[in-house]
């Protein structure tokens, strides 16, 4: 099963979609969460000799262009986990589950071209299932959603910042990159995170045992088998897996987390229909993904 690259994208899949179980399960709050896993990540990154070399190769321009989108995928999971944290698990991966429609939208804004019909429909199409998951859900959680809708907006403007990037450097190398950015300023605004009721704090025993699950199980191995599975398979069967991460994390937290009570029908229906406009969108365009780390 582990030589079967649908198992392995499948497998990546299922666990990206813990990271949002674990941003659940773990007690700290968004900015001291998102500042510790990039910082394990880039510790483990650094520690791989190869990456040093591939890092000298880079030219300037691109060292730059990954810098931004590292600062843009840093707080795209500032967000993110901000919204786990406000409202649930479940409802911050509908919300990322958007990041296609948006940039649908944004792309041709972005290189000043014409929008494509077929894509503002896909948008058309996944706001009805908007407005049920805002119906399916309490008051208490439109903080969360709003949230998770900054998310997938940030998602989508990653996205489209590594489109080229991704073409001319390492995944790898371009990953620690990414991570050592968001390091950098996150450790940077230390003093400022008490302004957004976030002071440092060091991981509890527990909550650094999910971290180091978080950033090892669900951020470099299934990066590092996504591009295994992607030598075999074509990058848009990897983009269809890639968009039924939402579904994984809804049936985990569900199970996991019992958040299936929290929610009524209309929330699953909305699901419903945004995940059917997102992969019939997919189905049009059948081009290279830069699948976003959730």
């Known amino acids: 099963m582990v030589r079967n690259p649908y198992f392995l994208i499948h497998l990546c899949v299922l666990l990206w979609g813990f990271t949002a179980i674990l941003g659940k399960l773990i007690t700290l709050s968004a900015i001291p969460l998102v500042f510790w896993r990039v910082l394990i990540v880039s510790v483990c990154l650094f520690a791989w000799w190869p990456v040093w070399r591939q890092l000298a190769g880079m030219t300037r321009r691109d060292l730059g262009i990954a810098v931004i989108n590292g600062m843009v995928i840093t707080v795209h999971w500032l967000f993110f986990y901000g919204a ?36 503002l429909l896909s948008a058309v199409i996944a ?139 209309t929330f699953y229906a909305g699901v419903a229909l945004i995940l059917g406009a997102v992969l019939w969108h997919a189905r049009l365009h059948r081009q290279t993904p830069v699948p976003v780390p959730a």
């Open 84 to 119: 786990i944290k406000a409202a649930n698990a479940s409802v911050a991966a509908t919300c990322l589950a958007l990041a296609p429609v948006f940039l649908s939208i944004i792309e041709p804004l972005w290189r000043k071209q014409s929008f494509v019909p077929r894509d």
């Open 127 to 265: 706001l009805p299932g908007v407005a049920l998951v805002v119906g399916g859900i309490s008051a208490g959680m439109l903080t969360g959603l709003f949230y998770g809708v900054m998310a997938a907006i940030l998602a989508a403007v990653f996205s489209l910042i590594s489109k080229g990037l991704a073409m001319r450097v390492p995944a790898l190398c371009l990953t620690t990159v990414q991570m050592t950015t968001g390091t950098v300023m996150l450790g940077v605004l230390i003093p400022f995170w008490s302004f957004f009721g976030d002071g440092f704090s060091l991981p509890l025993q527990a909550d650094l045992f999910w971290l180091v699950i978080l950033a090892i199980a669900c951020t470099l191995v299934p990066f590092t088998l996504t591009n295994v599975a992607l030598q075999k398979i074509s990058a848009f069967s990897v983009q269809l897996a890639v968009n039924l991460e939402p579904v994984y994390t809804i049936l985990l937290a569900a199970v996991i987390l019992g958040e299936g009570a929290e929610l009524g029908w």
